[in-house]
């Protein structure tokens, strides 16, 4: 019956239990936060409140995807992935974000960095390339796109 639940008010763990828990804990944890919420699961349907330059920063990326659709060669991708990550850059610089909102628009940033890093990192683009590279740009349009769905600039910003 080791495995049997313990459901009574009065259950107690001994020490040994008590050691193996935090045990448990430490190694499945191992320091890192665990968020258990994503930035679309919005509190109260209230969008996550940032700063004005992040929402600045935000817009330009937009734009600068907006203008910059057709990939033309690897000099391309890479100046248009070298001014992207200059934004992303400060709106890092500029963040005063702070708690489950900070971490939110780290987490709604976190695939697009990735992205832009790749856009810096090409060394030669072939035929098929060119419309993977389209199709890059146009997915990083859209989720820029969904910002103001979720985000909004703080009231006292």
Avoid: P
Avoid at 87 to 116: P, R, S, W
């Amino acid at each position: 019956m080791e495995s049997y639940l313990i459901m009574h008010g009065d259950a107690e763990l001994n020490i040994k239990q008590k050691e193996a828990l935090v045990n448990w804990f430490k190694e499945q944890y191992k320091g890192e936060k665990k968020i258990e919420r994503s930035w679309t699961d919005l509190i109260d349907n209230k969008k996550w409140q940032t700063n004005v330059e992040t929402t600045e920063g935000i817009d330009r990326m937009r734009a600068l995807l907006k203008a910059n659709r057709n990939v033309s060669d690897v000099e391309f991708m890479n100046k248009l992935g070298e001014d992207l990550m200059q934004e992303i850059k400060t709106i890092f610089a500029k963040c005063t974000m702070t708690g489950l909102e900070h971490e939110m628009l780290h987490q709604y940033l976190k695939v697009d960095i990735h992205n832009i890093q790749g856009f810096i990192e090409i060394k030669q683009l072939n035929e098929g390339d060119l419309q993977t590279m389209q199709g890059m740009i146009l997915n990083l349009e859209r989720n820029f796109n969904t910002y103001h769905n979720f985000f909004e600039t703080a009231q006292n910003d």
